[in-house]
């Protein structure tokens, strides 16, 4: 009986591993510059050539594309060429293989690649990130499309990146883990206006909070939970709003067998592709200067552009439906507005001639 023997099997990824680690045009570059310098010192020094009739003796016979000699070589000469073409051949070899298997492997369009998502990183300001590409990161992807907000997403795992990258849709994406301070750095998060923790785990949340809020003590942060226990350390992360799915899930169904023509009637209002209807929030802070510390009935929003006020938010966060018409909008507070999008278009356009 023939003894066992373990059988060695070909691991194409440990090959790569090794072709890369080997074969570095980097290092070719360098062995290219050496050999030249060398070269040209060579000839010059045993030749007496000029520096331009040395360099051009170089590189003629290192590419041994057989040109004549500048000069006619003496003997000590002609064993220095002998020398310098065996060297280079070597070296040659090793730089066209370098190179050839840079680009073959695809390293310089990933490098390209990731110079192109660079920049548009350090161009974005006041943009949102999206942390996790999941079931709901997706929802709130396709929205701030719609709504043309300038957002990135950041995501560690590798079939999403890969979703991501051969979607028709341009997605602007970072590949890393969202609680480490350097990818959120790298997402702009100094720049952002806000972030979004909609990752599949609430530990995960827990900890990208906490990190972007001290990271960023003023950005604005809203996170996904799927425990109440949970819900209750994010915000002592630091997170300004927790939604949880499931129990707005659980009282949207519950509320369309209690009071369907409501639930019907809200979803009609929120659903943008069916309805013209859509709503804003104006914030004191952005408001023009001149339309800060004024009542709601001296702002003429529904006057002058046919939108509606239903919602005063007070310092405290308190919410007070459909708000007096003598409200002032006070530090800290904002007006919560509904409207078709052409109401809304001339809101903007309203509050853009009371600020000149």
Do not use: W
């Amino acid at each position: 009986m023939k003894p066992f023997r373990f059988r060695r099997f070909y691991n194409p990824l440990a090959s790569y591993s090794l072709t890369r680690r080997f074969l570095d045009y980097r290092i070719g570059l360098v062995l290219f510059a050496i050999s030249l310098t060398g070269g040209s010192a060579g000839y010059m020094l045993l030749e007496n050539f000029s520096l331009p009739d040395a360099f051009y003796m170089a590189i003629i016979t290192m590419s041994t594309v057989g040109y004549m000699e500048v000069h006619q070589l003496s003997e000590a000469g002609r064993m220095f060429t002998a020398g310098y073409i065996l060297v280079n051949i070597g070296i040659f070899a090793y730089a066209l293989s370098a190179f050839t298997n840079y680009i073959v492997q695809g390293e310089i369009f990933v490098k390209m690649h990731n110079n192109l998502i660079h920049g548009d990183l350090e161009r974005l300001h006041d943009h949102i990130i999206v942390c996790g590409y999941g079931r709901y990161g997706r929802e709130i992807a396709h929205h701030f499309m719609a709504h043309k907000q300038p957002f990135v997403i950041i995501d560690s795992k590798k079939e999403i990146i890969e979703d991501i990258q051969t979607s028709p849709t341009r997605l602007l994406y970072l590949e890393g883990d969202a609680t480490q301070d350097d990818v959120l750095i790298q997402a702009g998060i100094h720049r952002a206006s806000t972030l979004v923790s909609a990752l599949s785990d609430d530990a995960d949340n827990v900890f990208t909070v906490l990190t972007a809020r001290q990271l960023s003590p003023k950005i604005k942060i809203v996170s996904r939970s799927f425990n109440p226990k949970s819900a209750h350390k994010l915000r002592l992360a630091g997170a300004d709003h927790v939604i949880m799915p499931e129990q707005i899930g659980g009282f949207y169904m519950a509320t369309l067998v209690t009071k369907p023509g409501t639930v019907e009637f809200f979803t009609f209002l929120t659903n943008e592709y069916d309805s013209d209807v859509t709503f804003e929030e104006l914030s004191y802070d952005s408001m023009p200067a001149a339309c800060r510390d004024q009542t709601i009935k001296q702002l003429q929003i529904h006057e002058k552009t046919g939108a509606n006020i239903i919602g005063f938010r007070n310092q405290k966060g308190k919410y007070s439906v459909n708000p007096n018409p003598g409200t002032v909008l006070t530090p800290g507070s904002s007006l919560i507005v509904i409207g078709s999008h052409l109401q809304i278009d001339n809101l903007k356009e309203h509050l853009k001639r009371m600020g000149r």
